[in-house]
């Protein structure tokens, strides 16, 4: 049975080949026994680094230059002494010092990005080299040599190569090197290969191994034999920002009934040995993991001398100590959702998509419970799906939305979605047409008759049957600029007969691109549009606020024992710098309501127990929330 780890740590140990002494301080011992009085149960720890050294006695790699013992095996033995599982750290796609000794295994890159090439802070390797022999020859040397509870394979993300190895596979599967996008999906096949081999053979010498293959998408490692998720993000580094995590974990969720870790980091970037990032960022990045279903994981260094500095380890013992005082609200417990963004693409585009992104942020700031649902998981359940802006339909997808709605499910659209793929024609349910496009800028009509701006491109749109709710009007002026004028200035004009919100029994549709504008402009306009279109298709949703901040995130979860648990925090990421958003401080919330659509009879703040004012409306327990910082965590019995 594969295990599932609740406190976790992962150790980078990158160790350069020109280091001397390594692990002069290492007392394994004493460093697992701490681990374990602070209730830890779970470190990932490499045993081969991306400087392609062995911290084990290996026989096929190369134990690093300046170590003069078997520190991981020194490691596991002291873990699995005091209860603590070892999962055993590969880096899959860079190797400097076994690519410096054997040039045939490195990449031929076609990719400029200086990280993923041949430089002198990288050498990456390809998996079509004999370099995969290698490495999955030491994964079962280590498998065979040490009780560890599974493997962690990185950097597997798919780099475009043409190296000899990769041109004659390419040659003999018909595949022209000139062609970049063949060569790209040829090599994120070939990572995925690699990766199905690894899971061969490591789970033919133990079947109940944990494996994730870090930089392969989550439904392709998952059916390539990976058996847990580990979602990795610090929100200061470049391409991570505090909407990943509620984005991931709301897909991941729905994948499948696997543990999921949420790995964060006490330093600000990958590399970083002296960063110590606000000890409430880190504890508001793990409760919004539990929040969503994943179990805590810390990373950090492990310094060459292998003494972790104290500073950092009373910063990690801290914070697990603050969630283990309220783990009963934590195990087990199963994210509630009546909604769900549907955006059938691929991993890569969930990640980058800015249309979802700007759903992500106006459903969040409703205090909507959603999930993030592609063609593998299961729609029944929810009684609104969410299509942002882009979700052309394909046939599978078509399939599946006519039985969805058949069965009393509820659409709400915007831009193209709902047309199918390479058309621009809407399935029968929205029961709309397209007449042109609509002019640049175009305004709507709100409820109070003022023409309020879009900031997005949109659609003109038609229908004899559908209600609309909102109206769009011109511009006196189009964004034009004829050699004469250049017409910046574009008051609106005349309202025109086409909707911006169109509304049947099954449908509310946006002519626009709305979540694409609000990511663009946070137009607070927007968001009210979209919740008076929530409000028409899904009057009783799970979660009801009443002033509430819209900064402050919501999230209801299910516990084992029937009771149910929300838990509110409030933060404001701060963007400090150009490349990154901070947290530095919780902020206090003044008293408002929740509403909880339950059958539940009490509430109570957590851990103290303390009972709140509730009553009851209709379906609703109605919670008066007392003022609180950070973080409050509302009980339902």
Excluded at 16 to 25: C, R
Excluded at 369 to 392: G, I, M, R
Excluded at 406 to 423: P, Q
């Amino acid at each position: 049975m594969v295990y599932s780890p609740q406190y976790a740590l992962f150790y980078d140990f990158h160790t350069s080949p020109m280091l001397k002494n390594i692990g002069k301080n290492f007392n394994a011992d004493a460093f697992a026994a701490r681990l374990a009085a602070n209730k830890i149960d779970f470190i990932s720890f490499p045993v081969r680094c991306n400087q392609g050294m062995a911290y084990y006695d290996t026989k096929i790699g190369i134990r690093h230059y300046g170590l003069e013992f078997d520190l991981f095996g020194k490691l596991v033995k002291a873990c699995n002494k005091y209860g603590i599982k070892v999962n055993a750290y590969f880096n899959g796609g860079i190797s400097m010092e076994e690519s410096r000794l054997h040039p045939d295994w490195q990449e031929v890159p076609t990719d400029k990005r200086p990280i993923y090439s041949v430089n002198p802070f990288s050498r990456t390797v390809c998996g079509n080299t004999p370099y995969r022999r290698h490495l999955i020859a030491m994964a079962c040397e280590v498998a065979e040599k040490y009780d560890v509870a599974g493997f962690f394979v990185d950097c597997l993300a798919g780099r475009s190569c043409r190296c000899e190895c990769c041109l004659k596979k390419m040659k003999a599967e018909g595949i022209d090197p000139a062609n970049e996008e063949a060569v790209t999906e040829f090599a994120l096949r070939r990572n995925r290969e690699l990766a199905k081999e690894f899971a061969d053979a490591v789970k033919a010498i133990n079947p109940d191994y944990l494996l994730y293959f870090n930089g392969i998408g989550y439904e392709n490692q998952l059916a390539l034999g990976g058996t847990y998720l580990d979602f990795e993000c610090i929100p200061t580094k470049l391409g991570c920002d505090y909407d990943y995590l509620p984005l991931m974990s709301r897909y991941m969720r729905t994948l499948g009934d696997h543990p999921r870790l949420n790995m964060t980091g006490r330093f600000n970037l990958w590399g970083d040995f002296g960063g110590l990032r606000s000890e409430k960022a880190i504890r508001q990045e793990l409760v919004t993991g539990l929040a969503n279903g994943m179990r805590p994981n810390i990373g950090d260094h492990m310094p060459p001398e292998c003494e972790v500095p104290e500073k950092v380890m009373q910063q990690t013992e801290r914070l697990f100590a603050y969630l283990q005082e309220r783990e009963e609200f934590y195990t087990g417990a199963v994210p509630q959702s009546d909604m769900a963004i549907l955006f059938p693409k691929s991993h890569q585009e969930i990640y980058l998509a800015r249309e979802l992104r700007g759903a992500l942020r106006i459903l969040c700031d409703l205090h909507c419970q959603f999930d993030v649902v592609t063609l593998a998981a299961d729609w029944s359940k929810y009684k609104v799906l969410v299509l942002p802006d882009s979700v052309k339909i394909s046939p599978e997808v078509e399939k599946r939305l006519h039985e969805y709605i058949a069965k009393g499910g509820k659409i709400i659209s915007s831009g193209d979605s709902g047309m199918k793929v390479n058309s621009e024609e809407f399935l029968n349910e929205w029961d709309l047409t397209v007449v042109g496009n609509a002019p640049d800028p175009t305004y709507f009509v709100d409820k109070d008759g003022m023409k309020m701006s879009i900031y997005a491109a949109g659609k003109l749109l038609e229908s004899p049957n559908n209600k609309t709710v909102y109206q769009l009007a011109e511009p006196l002026i189009e964004h034009i600029f004829d050699g004469i004028y250049p017409e910046y200035y574009n008051p609106p004009g005349s309202v025109i007969d086409h909707p911006f919100l169109s509304v049947n029994d099954k449908v509310a549709h946006f002519s626009f691109n709305i979540f694409n504008g609000f990511k663009e402009y946070a137009a607070a306009s927007l968001r009210d549009a979209f919740a008076d279109a929530l409000e028409i298709m899904h009057p009783d949703r799970l979660i009801k606020t009443e002033n509430l901040p819209k900064f402050v995130r919501v999230y209801l979860t299910g516990l084992p024992s029937g009771r149910e648990v929300v838990h509110i925090t409030a933060h404001i990421p701060e963007k400090r710098t150009d490349g990154c958003e901070v947290i530095e401080d919780d902020l206090t919330v003044l008293p408002s309501k929740i509403y909880v659509k339950t059958d539940k009879t009490a509430a109570f703040s957590e851990p103290e127990h303390t009972a709140l004012q509730i009553e009851r409306q209709g379906g609703y327990l109605v919670i008066n929330v007392p003022q609180f910082t950070g973080y409050e965590l509302i009980s339902l019995d």
